[in-house]
């Protein structure tokens, strides 16, 4: 990685177990993914397919064939499958996802109102096909989730068998692990590490400011959600003390 003349931290090749980096598409064309990939595919672990993109997106095919060859995850919003799941068409939705040949989805309740028992349904049914990546937290401002309320989800959904939780930031980053402002509520972000473990959290982290404090509070193997594809790479360099916010990672680094 790099010239190779600086001592820098050490980060795992793919298949990664941590620090793995979460890209947010928006609507990307697939030539775009292909220069994505092709500069920093190296970097990136998931690709999910935000909203309800990936159900109108007509280069998804060949997107996903780009994903497979650089051995990036393809990752369905949660809240395509929320909205299927209210209309009672959930089945319909996994099925469809499976035939497109996505690798993953997300469950997430945090658009339409889900009992918790039936998300954990949910996580059970997609996880006969699907890699699941389970969720917490709501995109309303207005009805945050209490800590004890974030660590006892997050408990159901690893036993009902997620393999990743993901923490609710949105894209704003304003919501669910962050307070209004953007700054993190380490409340929060301590009652998910305790429930799953660092290991097994993608903190979603749109804002370059939320990167930095979760790297310089966890490491550089922190799993970081929701990256713009613009930032993949700058992303990288604050995970190598490459960057001010990060540099003391590098700074006088011994050989």
């Avoid at 401002?141 to 949105?170: C, F, K, M, N, Y």
């Amino acid at each position: 990685m790099g010239p190779g003349f600086l001592s820098l931290p050490t980060m795992a090749g793919k298949p990664r177990g941590s620090g793995r980096t979460h890209v947010l598409d928006k609507g990307l064309t697939p030539d775009a993914v292909a220069g994505v990939l092709e500069v920093t595919g190296e970097h990136i672990d998931v690709w999910k397919f935000g909203w309800g993109v990936a159900y109108l997106d007509r280069g998804l095919d060949r997107k996903l064939r780009l994903l497979r060859a650089h051995r990036v995850t393809s990752c369905l919003g949660g809240t395509l499958l929320e909205i299927a799941w209210s209309q009672g068409r959930a089945n319909e939705c996994l099925a469809w996802a499976e035939r497109a040949g996505l690798d993953a989805v997300e469950v997430s309740r945090g658009v339409v109102e889900m009992a918790l028992d039936d998300k954990r349904e949910l996580i059970k049914k997609a996880g006969h096909a699907f890699i699941v990546f389970a969720e917490t937290g709501v995109k309303d401002p207005g009805a945050p989730l209490s800590a004890a309320q974030w660590q006892d989800e997050i408990a159901d959904d690893l036993a009902a068998g997620a393999t990743w939780i993901v923490t609710e930031g949105r894209e704003s980053g304003t919501v669910g692990i962050y307070d209004g402002e953007g700054s993190p509520r380490r409340d929060i972000i301590d009652a998910a590490v305790s429930a799953a473990g660092v290991e097994r959290v993608m903190f979603e982290a749109p804002r370059m400011a939320q990167q930095a404090w979760l790297i310089n509070q966890f490491g550089p193997a922190v799993n970081l959600a929701n990256i713009a594809p613009d930032d993949v790479l700058p992303l990288a360099t604050l995970r190598l003390g490459l960057r001010a916010d990060t540099a003391a990672l590098s700074v006088s680094r011994s050989p």
